[in-house]
């Protein structure tokens, strides 16, 4: 069965400007009162998935997160198919993650489901 595509997150070196412009560009209510301020997106919508929208001293990125059983072996799969681990499995608390670039360089989010 297929992978879920679970969360998406823009990132920019302003993190404020960014929340400020995609809230009002596409009527996203986007809460940041956390110790990151790290935006979390409701799209106040029933389609869709939910995001987030924060700040990246190393500029600008797009990433969307795909919903795994196993984090490592997903990537090690995704160091077989040609791609490169970026952040090895972390345990947030409140999530577990993990990152690889595909062959082109993309980011891409890895979420324990």
Same mark, same amino acid.
């Given at each position: 069965?297929?992978?879920?595509?679970?969360?998406?997150?823009?990132?920019?070196?302003?993190?404020?400007?960014?929340?400020?412009?995609?809230?009002?560009?596409?009527?996203?209510?986007? =809460?940041?009162?956390? !110790?990151?301020?790290? /935006?979390? $997106?409701?799209?106040?919508?029933?389609?869709?998935?939910? #995001?987030?929208?924060?700040?990246?001293?190393?500029?600008?990125?797009?990433?969307?997160?795909?919903?795994?059983?196993?984090?490592?072996?997903?990537?090690?799969?995704?160091?077989?198919?040609?791609?490169? =681990?970026?952040?090895? !499995?972390?345990?947030? /608390?409140? $999530?577990?993650?993990?990152?690889?670039?595909?062959?082109? #360089?993309?980011?891409?989010?890895?979420?324990?489901?």
């Amino acid at each position: 069965m297929g992978k879920p595509v679970v969360h998406f997150e823009v990132l920019g070196k302003d993190g404020d400007r960014l929340q400020q412009f995609y809230g009002d560009l596409f009527e996203w209510k986007i =809460t940041a009162d956390n !110790p990151m301020n790290y /935006g979390l $997106v409701d799209t106040q919508s029933e389609e869709g998935i939910a #995001g987030g929208v924060g700040e990246n001293p190393e500029g600008a990125g797009v990433t969307f997160f795909v919903q795994v059983d196993d984090l490592q072996d997903s990537l090690d799969k995704a160091e077989r198919l040609g791609g490169r =681990t970026l952040m090895p !499995p972390a345990d947030l /608390g409140m $999530v577990e993650l993990a990152f690889f670039a595909d062959p082109e #360089g993309n980011r891409i989010g890895l979420v324990k489901g």
